[in-house]
Antibody, heavy 119, light 107 residues
């Protein structure tokens, strides 16, 4: 079964750091671009970061310089290192696969992991 | 950055209704547009990619159209399972952005 499973969420103080993980299974992880998307409670979806198969990375202005996406193909794992966290980063964080047969749309999503930034 | 604007934000409809949601991009994205359905507490589900291509397993009552800056998602006959929030997304790499969402409610 094709699956993504996030972990690593939790409660962190403002200014703190957290590292999220996403374990992939059921497909050739190294062949796919991967993304992180977040959703604050009751709000819409926000794209957070992307990493290509060659390790190229992309971020929106809201997290650039604070978040780092990485991948470890040997472990079929995706990561998101989040530093200098703010209250506005509080959200459910999803990892998502950019599908090959769907021209790069996000065809597989994890169940999400909750990150709460609060003192 | 490319901005995506959906309308309406909320839509009240009855089972059997034809429903149309509009998504506008702040600049041309060709056909690099996807539509997702999200139910409370669940991850989004891909419905449409490349503006008009139906994802495998998605009912044929869902359809997408448009190109450039204006796009639509149509549900031809709303079913009870379709009450959810719908998001458009532009994926004209290396830029990705979602619309603010359209909640389809029971009338």
């Amino acid at each position: 079964e094709v699956q993504l499973v996030e972990s690593g969420g939790g409660l962190v103080q403002p200014g703190g750091s957290l590292r999220l993980s996403c374990a992939a299974s059921g497909f050739t992880f190294s062949s796919y671009d991967m993304h992180w998307v977040r959703q604050a409670t009751g709000k819409g979806l926000e794209w957070v970061s992307a990493i290509g198969t060659a390790g190229d990375t992309y971020y929106p202005g809201s997290v650039k310089g604070r978040f780092t996406i990485s991948r470890e193909n040997a472990k079929n794992s995706l990561y998101l290192q989040m530093n200098s966290l703010r209250a506005g980063d509080t959200a459910v964080y999803y990892c998502a696969r950019a599908g090959l047969t769907v021209m790069g749309a996000f065809d597989i999503w994890g169940q999400g992991t909750m990150v709460t930034v609060s003192s | 950055d490319i901005q995506m604007t959906q309308s309406p934000s909320t839509l009240s409809a009855s089972v059997g209704d034809r429903v149309t949601i509009t998504c506008r991009a702040s600049q041309s994205i060709s056909s690099w547009l996807a539509w997702y359905q999200q139910k409370p507490g669940k991850a989004p589900k891909l419905l449409i990619y490349k503006a008009s291509s139906l994802e495998s397993g998605v009912p044929s009552r869902f359809s997408g159209s448009g190109s450039g800056t204006e796009f639509t998602l149509t549900i031809s006959s709303l079913q009870p399972d379709d009450f959810a929030t719908y998001y458009c997304q532009q994926y004209n790499s290396p830029s990705w952005a979602f619309g603010q969402g359209t909640k389809v409610e029971i009338k």
